[in-house]
Nanobody
Framework: QVQLVESGGGSVPTGGSTRLSCVGP????????MGWFRQAPGKEREFLGG????????TYADSVKGRFIVSKNNAGNTMYLQMNSVQPEDTATYYC?????????????????WGQGTQVTVSS
């Protein structure tokens, strides 16, 4: 069983920044494409951004484009979500996910492995 572990959540002031991390085993991210999702209470899960296996391609949801950045390290075991200019509507539980294949997807059902989630609360 592959385990993904998110960290870096917490309380962030409106307009502030924070960085989430997602750690996987070995050099997992050299084989899998990755995505970041979030879910707020009473709302559906939302795709935020993803990165291809090669690291050469990223896409973002309109809601976070220009504010959030997805990246991964050269060791192939950690993915990041840099969150800038956060707003109260960014308050949610954030999840990383992995799918076997070269391209990431916006559909969460395409992902096989998920982390346990990390809570981000933006204070107004």
């Amino acid at each position: 069983q592959v385990q993904l572990v998110e960290s870096g959540g917490g309380s962030v002031p409106t307009g502030g920044s924070t960085r989430l991390s997602c750690v996987g085993p070995g050099r997992m991210f050299m084989t899998y494409s990755m995505g970041w999702f979030r879910q707020a209470p009473g709302k559906e899960r939302e795709f935020l951004g993803g990165i291809n296996r090669s690291g050469g391609g990223t896409t973002y949801a309109d809601s976070v484009k220009g504010r959030f950045i997805v990246s991964k390290n050269n060791a192939g075991n950690t993915m990041y979500l840099q969150m800038n200019s956060v707003q109260p509507e960014d308050t949610a539980t954030y999840y990383c996910a992995a799918r076997l294949g070269g391209l990431h997807m916006r559909d969460g059902s395409a992902y096989r492995y998920w982390g346990q989630g990390t809570q981000v609360t933006v204070s107004s």
